[in-house]
């Protein structure tokens, strides 16, 4: 288990999600912007384009100092098949319902696990 | 007999027999060992698959609230979005790990950290800043909980993860590695017995001759014997005449002592 080795330095929320969730998380303090003026938020509106999610999907799970990754629904939804994929414990996947988009706990790719195995 | 089923390829002797026992109860304590681990984690997961279940549905309740209040400050501060991402330089909201261990798992718990300092100073504008300050709380409250419900998450990723490794070694051990062991006990067994059995009829064998040389020999012996017996006669009377000589000279010699 390589991944539990380096959880110690992960310490950040990075999110990637629209204005409205953004600018709240951002006000309870969730904001860092590293040496190499990386920021751990992405404001996603209606014209970023998918592939610059992804990007930054995989980037922020890359990353080390990352310890929870927060992600709008409705923009987990566009990058679906790398969300679904993603199965490492660290950083941590949360998806979140915003503003315009309440919570739907079908699309959820843990609760769908955690139903399937209720349900079995 | 035992040529059914996978076995070991050793030699058929005692001591492979002693190793091949000792080896079987070794796995099947292992094998004890790890469903009572499989299940005591699989007790921890149902707990945690529970909770899990419970908090994404709060957490639900709890970020709409969270919106209402961005809601809130939008309507009485205008967009501050901007204000805000560009204040972001470092983060005084965050996440602490702590570990937990649960049968020789270890699962990571998430805790807040919160570092005063670094507040946004230019957010206190007018009416906004007392709806600014309340919507920071009611997001730090969300994030509370976003965060217990990532360290439960966590704990289920990596909980199902080392269920699913167990379940396999379990069942790797009770249908393969204990058959294998047995096949390979009772195969050891069969060919010694094969083995005392062959010893044995080869022993009777090797008696089964013995006797019957002997009893040809003497067989033969009495036939000679019997082929003999005029000439013993004639021997003994032979030895008679001699021995009434040597009686004779014996008593001529006993005269002589005398």
Redesign the interface.
Known sequence: ?AS?TS??D????AVIGD???????????????NEQQK???L?VDSKTPVATIEATFVEYTERKDI??L?INQHIAEKIRPTVDKY????P???E????DH??D?SK?S??K??QK??GE | MSGTGARENVFATRMSLANTKQRLKGAQTGHSLLAKKRDALTTRFRAILRKVDESKRKMGRVMQVASFSMAEVTYTTGDIAYLVQEQAKLATFRVKTKQENVSGVVLPAFEVDRVSGSDFNLTGLGRGGQQILKAKEVYAKALETLVELASLQTAFTILDEVIRATNRRVNAIEHVVIPRLDNTIKYIMSELDEMDREEFFRLKKVQAKKKRDTAARAEEAEAKAQHEQPTLVDLALDGDAEEASADLLRSKDEDVIF
């Not at chain 1, 992960?10 to 929320?13: D, F, H, M, S």
């Not at chain 1, 953004?22 to 309870?28: E, V």
């Not at chain 1, 199965?87 to 660290?90: K, L």
Request: charged share 15%; hydrophobic share 50%; net charge positive.
């Open positions: 288990m539990t959880f110690k992960r310490n950040l929320i204005e409205d969730s953004i600018t709240g998380l951002l006000l309870a303090g969730v904001g860092h912007i920021k751990n938020f404001v310890a929870i927060l199965q490492q414990a660290f941590t996947l949360l979140i319902p915003s503003k309440p919570y706990p959820d843990i609760l696990r955690v195995l209720f």
